[in-house]
């Protein structure tokens, strides 16, 4: 269970870390959903994403970081739960994306009880 663990939370990083490279050389206006947020909180997402991406890998280095795990996964959950709901609110009808932050936010919320209860690092 643990290398399970630890290939997703490699693979949850891998896809925070291209999200915030995809952020910044794509506008909030790219997604119709998302357009209602600020440009500098569209910018400051990167930074937040990229601090993510760090903290999930971060325990292999450092155990003692282990405790950042559960709260990273939380914290990306909740940014999907909030694009989700951004999207709804909108009204566009094509669910595509809002499926997709729904499956990331699953995951983020599995691993985040599976690092804290199943298998803690």
Known sequence: M????WVLQALLAVHTGIGAVWKFSNSEQG???LSAI????WMGLIGVELLCAVGLILPAINKQFAILVPIVALGIAAEMLLF???HLRSG???NG???????????C????YARTSLSPL
């Open 84 to 86: 989700s709901g951004m």
């Open 2 to 5: 643990n290398i399970f663990l």
């Open 31 to 33: 997604i119709p959903s």
């Open 38 to 41: 600020p440009h500098a909180v």
């Open 97 to 107: 994306p809002m499926f997709y932050w729904l499956v990331v936010a699953v995951i």
């Open 109 to 112: 919320g599995f691993l985040a």
């Open 92 to 94: 566009v009808e094509q």
